[in-house]
């Protein structure tokens, strides 16, 4: 059961991402922050009540508000990026942010094994073979790989202070909660400074595409909480090193889905990179 449900973490994460990244060239990021995690929420919120999750609150919770202030703003990074780049590159990219709870753990006193300096060593490597191609000439593209680092140091914030939010899955789904609903506040102000300094809310259709596009909004939302829930299950019923490994397969999702759905082609070296970022930030899983 456990790679059942890592496996389908991996594909309600990749599916999300590429969700996200489709609605990002067509909403602004903001407004998709906003929307889809508000929905997230709301779901979060039925969830915590019925498994009886606000026995879990204590102390603990601060690490969730800490990670629903960072979270928005790496959202925002992604889905910038997602929307300026190719999704097979951008995705991959994202999971380097491993590296911070691996950091957060040799600060703790925890030192790498092999396999774990082996995955820093090949991430690094990944991240220069795919964005090296695009810094000549193509300002879009180095924009779009320095926003996806940012947004991967911020996921990576967020997983080290989930991690320290909560001591089982009850009280995960509470953290979650929390999170979420910092999100909605932190990505919420942010839309109304941007409203107010002219920048739009809506997007060229008005209410009405937006409207129309509210189901794919709630997806992304919700595909996120999913993950979240799915991936828990697979930490609860068996290794967590399996769980992580297989679960951190989520660009995989996101790549082929940007191959065949919108036909977008990768040059050889860049498709290098990105597969050894991804293969790196497994290493780091598994180590």
Same mark, same amino acid.
């Given at each position: 059961?456990?790679?059942?449900?890592?496996?389908?973490?991996?594909?309600? =994460?990749?599916?999300?991402?590429?969700?996200?990244?489709?609605?990002?060239?067509?909403?602004?990021?903001?407004?998709?922050?906003?929307?889809?995690?508000?929905?997230?929420?709301?779901?979060?919120?039925?969830?915590?009540?019925?498994?009886?999750? =606000?026995?879990?609150?204590?102390?603990?919770? =601060?690490?969730?508000?800490?990670?629903?202030?960072?979270?928005?703003?790496? #959202?925002?990074?992604?889905?910038?990026?997602?929307?300026?780049?190719?999704?097979?590159?951008?995705?991959?990219?994202?999971?380097?942010?491993?590296?911070?709870?691996?950091?957060?753990?040799?600060?703790?006193?925890?030192?790498?094994?092999?396999?774990?300096?082996?995955?820093?060593?090949?991430?690094?490597?990944?991240?220069?073979?795919?964005?090296?191609?695009?810094?000549?000439?193509?300002?879009?593209?180095?924009?779009?790989? #320095?926003?996806?680092?940012?947004?991967? #140091?911020?996921?990576?914030?967020? #997983?080290?202070?989930?991690?320290?939010?909560?001591?089982?899955?009850?009280?995960?789904?509470? $953290?979650?909660?929390?999170?979420?609903?910092?999100?909605?506040?932190?990505?919420?102000?942010?839309?109304?400074?941007? @409203?107010?300094?002219?920048?739009?809310?809506?997007?060229?259709?008005? $209410?009405?595409?937006?409207?129309?596009?509210?189901?794919?909004?709630?997806? @992304?939302?919700?595909?996120?909480?999913?993950?979240?829930?799915?991936?828990?299950?697979?930490?609860?019923?068996?290794?967590?090193?399996?769980?992580?490994?297989?679960?951190?397969?989520?660009?995989?999702?996101?790549?082929?889905?940007?191959?065949?759905?919108?036909?977008?082609?990768?040059?050889?070296?860049?498709?290098?990179?990105?597969?050894?970022?991804?293969?790196?930030?497994?290493?780091?899983?598994?180590?």
């Amino acid at each position: 059961m456990t790679a059942v449900f890592a496996l389908a973490t991996s594909l309600l =994460w990749g599916l999300a991402d590429f969700g996200g990244g489709l609605l990002t060239r067509r909403f602004p990021a903001l407004t998709v922050v906003v929307v889809s995690q508000t929905a997230a929420a709301l779901v979060l919120g039925g969830i915590v009540v019925g498994t009886g999750g =606000w026995s879990e609150a204590g102390p603990r919770l =601060w690490f969730a508000v800490a990670a629903g202030v960072v979270g928005p703003a790496a #959202m925002l990074c992604f889905y910038r990026a997602l929307a300026l780049g190719p999704m097979g590159v951008v995705s991959p990219l994202a999971t380097i942010g491993v590296v911070v709870p691996v950091g957060v753990g040799l600060a703790l006193g925890e030192r790498p094994g092999p396999l774990r300096i082996a995955g820093i060593v090949v991430a690094v490597v990944g991240v220069t073979l795919a964005g090296g191609p695009e810094f000549r000439g193509a300002a879009v593209r180095r924009q779009a790989i #320095m926003l996806t680092l940012v947004a991967a #140091m911020g996921f990576g914030a967020v #997983m080290a202070l989930i991690a320290a939010a909560s001591v089982n899955v009850t009280g995960l789904f509470l $953290a979650l909660f929390v999170q979420r609903l910092c999100n909605v506040v932190v990505g919420g102000t942010a839309l109304a400074v941007s @409203v107010r300094r002219g920048a739009p809310a809506l997007p060229e259709g008005g $209410a009405a595409l937006v409207r129309r596009s509210l189901p794919a909004l709630v997806f @992304v939302g919700l595909a996120d909480v999913a993950a979240n829930g799915s991936y828990a299950l697979a930490a609860r019923h068996g290794s967590v090193a399996v769980a992580a490994v297989l679960a951190s397969l989520y660009p995989v999702v996101t790549a082929l889905a940007a191959r065949f759905v919108l036909k977008e082609r990768l040059r050889m070296v860049q498709a290098a990179g990105a597969g050894l970022a991804l293969a790196g930030s497994v290493l780091l899983a598994a180590g």
